[in-house]
């Protein structure tokens, strides 16, 4: 399972959880509340009813006094009231009142008169000294069918002389109720819709982040140049730690590779040198004494270019970018790349000619390594073409990029090297000289020229592997002037 997805669905859980337990503390605590406010009300209100009826309970007209025609008057009243939105168009409450041995002797609703209360715990409480409440099923309430009742003591002269209690259907809040449910659930919805984007976006951003860092690792692991990615956090310590620990595992590694191959690269001309050297010791013939302190010399030579040119690439592998960096005219370059060329061209009797695009090329880059690169390439050319042949540098423009192309029909790139183009000391058996002589190569030219190419933000590639043969430098158009 990718990360992204475990992310995500560790969010969504989280978020789910959260969102289930807090909406659910919350819709289950509306009812409750709510029921706990019209209680504390109809207390009140029970009170100030009771404190009101007592006159007339005391003088045994509770049915025909002022009590009785007050409340009649109130059940007729529409309030027309906008509560928070919502209409209230007549009053709930149910008032009846019994004596002190609990039978009903007045009834708003002119139900219960007569019937003995005594029992009914709102009535019974309150007759012993005590808070009296109760809910009970009302056959003429709605589905809802609970019917809250509050009730408060009438009392004369210090003694109890009666209960007054005062009823109100719990349907009559239910749209209340229901109103906070929606609004609680439509608020829940938004801030998890809410959270879930932010928590996307955040995965997205650790994921994006993640996936950075892993494709810098999957380029180093493959051996490119690849700048180092600017991460925030843990994950950019774990970036620059990545970074050093490539930095020294490189250098160790570079450091036994380079020994390794270069030891091999001397091994053989050292071993002509010494036995050379030997056979000078003894009493030869001056033409012999001649070949044998050519060899010699020859040998030196070699070594000293192999040297040389491992320094140079050296140098070049420690780079991350070109360090002089200028505008290049491309015919410039091509023009003093080939002028150098010129005296090795004479002495292997090969032409080498130059051809670029009518319209003037222009790139940045570093014009000494430039030059460099394109030496090598077309030494290389010159080496391999046979007395009598032409090789020919071009330049041009395609898609973007400049094409700098080494063209010679010399024999070509065998079988076995066409993968390892640009590898160090990756060098083929070069074809005879004017002398006779096979030189062999550094086999260092063509990773000079690749390593150039990348660090200008271009590669090395063979176009061609068999005559005519052609490799390329590719790159980055900057202009025209």
């Not at 009053?91 to 041995?101: G, K, S």
């Not at 808070?131 to 009730?151: C, H, I, L, M, P």
């Not at 959270?195 to 692991?221: D, F, K, N, Q």
């Not at 040389?308 to 290049?328: F, G, H, N, T, Y």
Request: with cysteine; hydrophobic share 45%; glycine share 8%.
């Amino acid at each position: 399972m990718h990360l992204g997805i475990r992310l995500l669905f560790g969010v969504f859980a989280i978020l789910g959880l959260a969102a289930f337990f807090v909406l659910n503390v919350f819709v289950n605590e509306i009812k409750p509340s709510v029921r706990e406010v019209m209680e504390e009300v109809m207390i009140d209100s029970a009170n100030v009813l009771a404190e009101l009826a007592m006159t007339d309970l005391a003088n045994g007209r509770i049915n025909e006094g002022d009590f009785a025609r007050a409340v009649k008057a109130y059940n007729g009243r529409d309030p027309k009231a906008k509560v928070w939105g919502l209409a209230k168009n007549s009053v709930d409450f149910r008032v009846y009142v019994t004596d002190n041995a609990g039978i009903v002797r007045f009834d708003s609703e002119n139900q219960s008169v007569g019937q003995d209360f005594s029992k009914w715990r709102d009535v019974l409480l309150t007759l012993r000294g005590s808070f009296g409440a109760r809910t009970s099923k009302d056959a003429q309430a709605d589905d809802a069918g609970s019917v809250f009742y509050v009730a408060a003591p009438i009392v004369k002269d210090g003694k109890t002389i009666g209960v007054l209690s005062v009823a109100k259907p719990t349907f009559t809040i239910a749209p209340f109720i229901d109103r906070a449910e929606r609004k609680i659930l439509v608020s829940g919805a938004w801030l998890v819709g809410l959270s879930l984007v932010i928590g996307v976006l955040a995965t997205l951003w650790i994921v994006a982040s993640v996936r950075r860092l892993a494709r810098y690792a999957e380029a180093v692991e493959a051996g490119r140049r690849t700048p180092l990615p600017a991460l925030p956090g843990e994950l950019g310590k774990l970036a620059r730690a990545m970074a050093g620990m490539r930095e020294r595992l490189e250098g160790q590694h570079y450091i036994e590779s380079t020994v390794r191959a270069l030891t091999h690269e001397l091994k053989s001309p050292l071993a002509a040198i010494r036995a050379s050297g030997e056979l000078l010791r003894e009493d030869l013939p001056a033409a012999d004494r001649e070949r044998f302190a050519a060899s010699v010399v020859a040998q030196s030579e070699r070594m000293h270019v192999t040297v040389e040119r491992m320094l140079e690439l050296s140098k070049l592998e420690q780079l991350s970018a070109p360090q002089q960096v200028s505008s290049v005219a491309v015919g410039v370059l091509l023009a003093g790349v080939v002028a150098r060329s010129q005296s090795r061209a004479e002495h292997r009797r090969v032409r080498v000619s130059q051809a670029i695009s009518p319209v003037e090329l222009m790139l940045r880059g570093d014009t000494e390594l430039l030059q460099l690169a394109l030496n090598n390439l077309l030494d290389n050319a010159i080496d391999f073409s046979p007395p009598g042949a032409e090789v020919v540098i071009k330049a041009s423009e395609l898609n973007g990029e400049i094409h700098i192309d080494v063209v010679d029909h010399g024999p070509g790139f065998v079988q076995y090297v066409r993968d390892r183009i640009g590898e160090r000391f990756l060098s083929t058996p070069r074809p005879e000289d004017v002398t006779g002589a096979r030189p062999k190569g550094s086999g260092l030219g063509l990773a000079i020229s690749r390593q150039v190419a990348e660090l200008h933000g271009g590669k090395l590639t063979v176009v061609c592997f068999v005559n005519p043969t052609m490799v390329r430098i590719n790159l980055p158009i900057s202009g025209r002037p």
